[in-house]
C-alpha cells in the first residue's frame, strides 16, 4: 500500500483537471468547503487503510465477509433509520448474508480455539532446539542436496 499509494495521489492530482475540468476548477474553495472535501479525504483513506490491515491479518475469505456485512448493514441501518425501501427480497437476503456470516465467524473462531488448544504444550515438555540438532538436519540435508544437484548436473 505505502508503494502503491503515492503513485495514486500524483495521478489523481495531474488527471483531475483534465478529467473533471468544469467541477474542480470552478468550485468554491473557500475554507468551509476545503475543509469538508479534505475530511471526507480522510476518512476515505482510513476507509481503505483499514481494508488493507484487514485483509493481511485475515484471509481473503473473511476479508469478503467482512465487506459483505457492512454492506448489509448500511443497507438494514437505511431501512430502520431512514425508512428506505429496499424491498422485503433484499432484506431477506440481508438476514440470510447475516446469519451465514455469524456462522462462518463462530466455525472460524471454534477451529483457531481448538487448534489452538491442540497446539498448546505446557512449557516443561517443550523441547529447545539446540545447535546440535540443527547441526544434525544440516548434515542430513547435504547428502541429499548433493545427489540432487549432481543429478541436475
Not at 475530511?39 to 482510513?46: E, N, R
Request: glycine share 6%; hydrophobic share 50%.
Amino acid at each position: 500500500m505505502w508503494k502503491i499509494t503515492p503513485i495514486t495521489i500524483f495521478f489523481f492530482m495531474t488527471l483531475m483537471p483534465l478529467l473533471d475540468p468544469p467541477g474542480f476548477l470552478s468550485f468554491n474553495w473557500n475554507f468551509n468547503n476545503s475543509i469538508t472535501v479534505f475530511i471526507s479525504a480522510l476518512f476515505g483513506f482510513l476507509l481503505q487503510w483499514s481494508g488493507a490491515l484487514a485483509l493481511g491479518a485475515t484471509s481473503a475469505t473473511s476479508h469478503v465477509v467482512l465487506g459483505q456485512f457492512k454492506t448489509c448493514v448500511i443497507m438494514m441501518g437505511g431501512y430502520l433509520f431512514f425508512n428506505s425501501d429496499p424491498g422485503m427480497v433484499s432484506l431477506c437476503g440481508a438476514i440470510v448474508a447475516l446469519s451465514g456470516m455469524t456462522v462462518y465467524t463462530y466455525l472460524n473462531l471454534r477451529s483457531s480455539h481448538d487448534s489452538a488448544a491442540v497446539n498448546k504444550q505446557p512449557s516443561f515438555l517443550q523441547k529447545a532446539k539446540s545447535t546440535t540438532d540443527a547441526d544434525e538436519s544440516d548434515a542430513i540435508m547435504d547428502p541429499i542436496m548433493e545427489a540432487k544437484l549432481k543429478e541436475i548436473a
